[in-house]
């Protein structure tokens, strides 16, 4: 277990808007994850830390056990960045059903189910156009209302800063762990708004 070292009581939770890396992609949409894989790792730059972290998509269909790949800035020199990264991580942790100043350590975001918009932006790779999958938004009951991105909505194109986390899609046919959690889905499908038809949504905990 890491702690984040990151004082959300205060923090408002906003969209991710996350960039990611190549892999198979995930067509534009709401569904559900879970992180299999979370550590505390220094920047690139070496000059801050991130949380970088591994979720598997938990919606039955050609989709399921899809990873994205995810890095949410925890400190950085630049204080656009830290805010940006503390404000996806409060989202986070509220999409898991958290609440404010709740979520601490990597331990407590493992197998918990939650719900998030999957965009796809364009990027440059040795002078050739890719796309790769971004998390657009995670879901929690501030922004449940909201709609998804269309699978018609054109890529966007990627941003190249500190703030945004990395994000990509990888099919996989491994089983879950057994110390996974229940993903609370349902079996359902991606939905065309609000949250999902069928799926209990996870920040509705029960006491």
Known sequence: ???????????????????????????????????????????AKKNGDNYAFKAECTDEG?????FVYG????????????????????????????????????????????????????????????ERNVFAAFIHEGNANTEPPSEKAPATPAVNDNSRARASAANTTQPNPSTARQTQNGGSAPSTGGAPAGRAMPWKRSA
């Open 1 to 43: 277990m890491a702690d984040f070292g990151v004082n959300l009581n205060d923090v408002d939770a906003a969209n991710s808007n996350a960039s990611g890396g190549g892999g198979p992609i995930i067509p534009r949409g709401r569904y559900g994850f879970q992180i299999v894989e979370g550590e505390i790792k220094q920047n």
């Open 62 to 66: 050609p989709y399921f056990k899809s």
């Open 71 to 130: 890095t949410i800035v925890l400190s950085n020199p630049s204080a656009w960045a830290q805010n940006n990264g503390h404000q996806q991580l409060q989202a986070l942790g509220m999409a898991m059903g958290f609440g404010k100043g709740e979520f601490t350590n990597t331990d407590m975001a493992l197998y918990q189910p939650f719900v998030a918009d999957i965009d796809i932006e364009t990027y440059k790779k040795d002078g050739q156009d890719k």
